[in-house]
């Protein structure tokens, strides 16, 4: 029984060292390897299965909304890259330079894309004409090079994968609509398909993304306190369209701008599942993105009659579900504690006596609780325990936040709160950029968002008492 539970042992428990234990599921449940490339992982395909099973999702929902898939080069002249200076200045410590083709120098250099404003609206210049052609609503499905410092996989690695939406209006209220309809898919996607809580809320303008006139985000608190910024969304107003020259011409027969939004979401989002659900037996995915939904383990597999049955069960449930029969010669505990590892939401046990009695052993992932049901109406029975799942991991993680959220008034109620562990901290703000600063300083923790669902905590600023403006989430983040 030792040997079951061997790899279960060797990860680090989240309470000792919540860093190791997240670098250890990464690898011990086949999610990544590391590349030669520095700051660079390898998506294993078990880590790439949950991340195509994210991708269509919300590419469906994308769809859905009128939106079509295009594809635009990695590489950014770098003329291009300096049309709107904001943006550049925004991501030039960040970028990827190509200098050389072959052995032949370039005569200009070359970005590797951090991001593709410019090279939309270079083309959106050249595609939009008339009143006739807005709004442009585009996503690329791609990935995107940022050489950061600091990398861990998932959260931070110098390629990502990511989807960039890039949209094109024809009023700025359009615009508007589409920067928070997108932030609401974001928000919905994550609560109903990742089981995972979000604040939504928009962020201050320190910290609003390069080029952009408002930055949306959704900030979800990971469960050791600190936050993950899970998606954002972009108004860009017509800044971008004035710097590359887009014009159209209105029904009045006029010339006008039109405005810009762009929205996106990474690969960070499997990091989220892992610190968000996760414990010290390994992953616990969601239903809706999980590779293997339903794991099937013969027990006492050599008995007649047991492989059979185990096949017709696999037979039924892989028409509803993603399914998987493991009838290795691996013992029952082992493939207990492998799937364990892995997240598989529902594990069924059936043996010779579960076969007598028309019953099979159903276990949860997320609470590790077992249940005796019936084989009749299985996939029904099945798809209730599924939902069971999502909503249990939603409560669980939802009661994390709940614990973990502390209303502060003063800068020592906000130290003081903190003494009990990292969480999001809710302090009122006059909106100066001084005072937002003076909290990092004082307390360690920044602004995450503004939520759009306020509450007045006070009147006055936690920091210098003068008359507040805004309520703010404010907390260590990844």
Excluded at 180 to 208: C, W
Aim: proline residues 4%; aromatic residues 10%; negative net charge.
């Amino acid at each position: 029984m030792a040997n079951d539970k061997k790899m279960v042992e060797q990860i680090t428990s989240m309470d000792v060292d919540f860093a190791q234990w997240y670098t250890d599921i990464c690898k011990k449940a086949d999610l990544i390897d590391y590349s030669s490339v520095k700051g660079c992982m390898i998506i294993r395909p078990y880590g790439y299965a949950i991340w195509e099973n994210i991708q269509n999702i919300l590419d469906t929902r994308f769809k859905e909304l009128g939106h079509e898939n295009v594809y635009m080069p990695m590489f950014i002249p770098e003329s291009l890259l300096q049309r709107e200076k904001d943006h550049v200045a925004g991501f030039a410590p960040e970028v990827a330079w190509v200098t050389h083709g072959g052995s032949e120098k370039l005569t200009e250099r070359l970005c590797v894309r951090p991001t593709s404003e410019t090279l939309f609206c270079e083309h959106y210049a050249n595609i939009i004409r008339s009143y006739r052609d807005l709004p442009k609503l585009y996503n690329q499905w791609c990935s995107v090079v940022r050489w950061e410092k600091t990398t861990r996989p998932f959260l931070r690695s110098r390629e990502f994968l990511w989807q960039e939406g890039h949209t094109m209006h024809a009023t700025k209220q359009e615009a508007v609509d589409e920067t928070v309809q997108m932030l609401n898919v974001y928000a919905d996607f994550h609560e109903k398909d990742l089981a995972i809580p979000v604040i939504k809320g928009r962020k201050t303008p320190s910290d609003k993304f390069a080029g952009a006139e408002d930055t949306y985000a959704i900030e979800a608190l990971m469960h050791d306190g600190k936050s993950l910024q899970a998606a954002t969304s972009h108004f860009f107003g017509d800044g971008f369209a004035r710097a590359f020259d887009i014009t159209y011409q209105t029904k009045e027969n006029t010339l006008a701008y039109p405005f810009q939004t762009s929205w996106g979401c990474t690969t960070r989002m499997i990091g989220g599942i892992i610190m968000t659900h996760g414990d010290n037996n390994g992953l616990v995915l969601p239903p809706a993105v999980a590779p293997i939904q339903v794991v099937i383990i013969p027990v006492a597999a050599h008995k007649p009659g047991v492989i059979e049955k185990a096949t017709e069960l696999y037979d039924e449930l892989k028409k509803s579900f993603r399914v998987k029969l493991d009838d290795s010669d691996n013992s029952p505990g082992w493939k207990y504690a492998e799937y364990e590892m892995k997240g598989v939401p529902l594990r069924i046990e059936i043996g010779p006596r579960d076969i007598e009695n028309g019953q099979c052993v159903v276990v949860t992932r997320h609470n590790l609780e077992k249940a005796v049901v019936s084989l009749e109406n299985l996939t029904e029975t099945v798809s209730a325990k599924l939902t069971e799942v999502r909503d249990g991991m939603f409560e669980k993680a939802l009661a994390n936040r709940e614990r973990r959220t502390y209303s502060c008034k003063t800068i020592d109620e906000i130290n003081e709160a903190l003494k009990a562990g990292d969480g999001f901290v809710k302090a009122m703000w006059c909106g100066e950029e001084e005072c937002e600063d003076s909290v990092k300083e004082q307390t360690g923790i920044g602004s995450r968002c503004i939520p759009l669902e306020q509450e007045q905590i006070e009147d006055v600023c936690v920091c210098c008492g003068k008359r507040a403006k805004h309520m703010v989430v404010w907390a260590r983040a990844y």
